[in-house]
């Protein structure tokens, strides 16, 4: 693998993997998901519109996640998300896979104190 | 509040969205921007600021309606290529090379085996096949050959498949068949052709009919064919050049046409050049008109060749011919026309041989695919981990199959290269082993269509199983192949089908192991056959006097005795002699009958007549049961008539070897009685794996020749006496060429090429099968241990001993050896029948054989257990399990 494409791999998939866990178990709306990304992470990874919906649309588009207007009394609609079953599959995959490689990389640089 | 919408709206333009889209977007981003401002301002920021915070999400308009339009136009897809965006394909794929190469050159090891397997298969392949397709599949050079065929008689009554055609028959057949556009009749020989400058040398030459040329569909390259006036008896002397003596001679030029040649020592006008493709009889240099006389009887000994009519069958032809030969006049039922495709009667010979050995390749090949197969699959096995990672992170399954894919095609390749290069050498070295008397038109080249072909075959094989772990992996199903990778042990499909390689390679080797062995154990008894006479330290050369210079059979026979008288002079020469024909030369048939022997009316074998002087059986080493050999007194024409025979003929007319003093004579009451002098062994003329035939050796007195075989036997190296001898002959006339100078020894090995070549192929290609099998066990069986360490650690730590470990894993890889073993035993004993015609009466059961290979798998699959068990039972536990 050229050093090239795992960055471009990781940055991709670690992006994809973070939306899909985070409408695990539970819908929400791209607000609502850029601003747990921020929080959650403590300000380290921070997702803009013009970043965070082209890929919640992309996700759609593959079919991984699911969006829907929503009307609340007294508010405007918002678009919500939510996982479908292709995207549970997807996510579970990825769990491992991110795990195997957060242990891959944890032994080896973990090796440099050992 | 802010007009959001209209903000991304502005930021949208340009990308064509259909209006529902669009507005679904705008708004669902001014929703978010809207949030964004309301919580900006509900932290205390001022409407300005919290404005233009909001609006910095959007970014730059540009990056906005990028990202947007790389996901929302159809086009827009993930890219293949490894660059962002589009790219330009090469581009890609010269990335995916590089990356496949660097992936290659981290793995040597495994590289190196898939490559040299690859190479292997393919070699052994591209070589027999580029044979095999030059024998067989080649169209013969001829004008439409498929039309072309051999015309020939049989006799069953005298132990003969081909006879050749007598003057009459031939007459007959290409005057009354109604179903040959053409026909003619050739007769090869041989002639001293004579230079301006007296030099003489031996050329193979042929007598044919007119239509010779016209029925082969050629032309001549200069000059004209014959015409049927030059074909009649008493017709012009002349002569058709072949197109390479005529290169010789003449350097290709014109003007020959019009010389005048001298074939012993008669003037022949040329008149034509043969075309160079092709020539029948495949060695003659010359042609000459046959001028048969129709009306006159004649032995049986042309060849013919005839050119089917359009839409005739060859049974059609058959019948035909069958037809005319039950109209000719005498009553006939010795012998009958046979007529088959021209290429079968003169490549037939090698038909069941290259089977053979393509079925031999094509096995080896089929082992490497296998072995291939089996690597791909254990090297996919353990880069699972990897491409679980890979998708994990994101990259998609086409990538990863793509990756896989330039690999495999990269691996492919090279062993692909490599094969076709080694596969020409090979098959160069095959050639050099052919015998002089293949047809020179046949050509064998590497055929590209074929090396392309097993390159694909194999490649297939090593891309199939390339892809099978990237797809495993790559599917849904990559959860459960992470956890699998996790206990890092194989799935039980996985090692079925590996363990199926395992068993299909040692029966495929088996098979080739068990039939090499035979056919190498079937040399070794024809190499043990006694030839009846002793071959070492004889060499042997021809001289074939020319009738217009010695016409008279004294003058004949006293040239030859006084040539053997000379030779007996020569330093270190122990006996010399000199017969028409000796061993493993050829064959003169005659018909005899035996007073008070068997008759010979529904049998009449054909009987090997040879021509000998005094001391001829002597000094090729022949042994006498009975009687002696002839003296020069036997010699004179006046002389009571004799005869020495063979054991063959003295058992098969009188049931007896001790028969001297008995007579024999041509059938027919007015010949002469011949007295039986001596009774010698009977000699393998036909070859040590060849037929036994009655053979009768008489003196000059009872059959004249104008050839002879020179033999000279000595203590020495007999090659050293071939420039004396040549010395010799000058001085007695320097006009005489002599030709096919060769040793006994030499002429023993020539008779055995092919029987030596395809056993010796044959265990080549056996050897390579034990080698690939051996390297597939242990790779197979290696990798089983590799993967099963934790196991292995985890049961040593509990205290199975080094010895028990060993046990299981050997036990386990031998279970599926000896499985292989069977299944090999009992597939060698099918395929073996295909071999029966070439195992010189030797059984396919034969059991040292089978036993002796059996036994050597056996010991080879244990070898490739060992180490790995060995390496199973060093397993330092509390390592094995922290590897983990």
Redesign the interface.
Known sequence: MSNQSIDRDLKKGSAELLILSLLNGRQRHGYEIGKLIETRSKGALVFRVASLYPLLYKLEDRGWIQGRWVEKPGQRRRRYYRLTAAGRKILAERQVGWAAFVEAIRRITGAEYA | MPDWAQAVRDRLAGLNLNGAREA??V???A???D??YRELLAAGLPEEQAHSLAV????TRD??AA??R???LPAAREPMG?G?GGGNIMESIR?DL??ALRIIRAKPGFSLAVVFMLALGIAGNAAIFSIFNGLFLRPLPFAQPERLVDLDETAPKWNLKYVGVSNPDAYAWFKGNATFDGMAFFHGGGANLSNSSGVARRIKTATVTYRLLDVLGLKPAAGRGFLPEEDRPGGAKVAMLGYDLWQRLYYGDRRAIGQVLKLSEEAYTVVGILPREAILPPDAEVWTPLAADPNKASPFYLSGVGRLKHGVTLDQAKADLARIHREQAQAKDDTYPVMQPLRDRYLGDFRTVVNILLGAVGLVLLIACVNVAGLMLVHGESRA??I????????SRARIVRQLLTESLALAFIGGLLGVAAGKVCLHALVSLMPDDTPHWIRFDLDARFALFAIALTGAAAVLCGLLPAVQAAS?D??GA??E??RSTLTRGKRGVLSVFVIGEIALAVILLISSGLLVQAFRKVLHVDPGFRPDNVITWSLRLPVAKYAKPEQQLAFFESLVDRLKSVPAVSSVSAASIVPLDGHMGYFFEAENGLPTKDQRPVVLQITALPGYLEAMGMTFLAGHDFTRHDEAADAPQVAVINEAFARFFWGSTDVAGRRIRYPGGNNKWMTVVGVIRTTMHYGLDGEIRPSVIVPFSVSTVNGMTIAMRTAIDPHSLASPAREIVRQLDPDLPMFDIRTMSERLERSLWVRRAYSWLFAAFAAVAILLAAAGIYGVISFAVSQRTREIGIRIALGARPAQVMRTVIGSGMLLVLIGLAAGLAASQLSARFLESMLFGLSTRDAVTCISVLSGVALVGLAANFIPARRAAAVDPMHALRAE
Request: proline content about 0%; cysteine-free; glycine content about 2%.
């Open positions: 679904e977007i708004e669902e981003l929703r978010h921007l949030d964004r910095e999400e959007l970014e990056m906005l990202q947007l790389k996901t929302r490894f962002s990335h590089k990356v981990r990897e679980s990672i890979r998708t994990a992170i994101g990259a849904a990559t959860r992470l956890q990778v996790a």
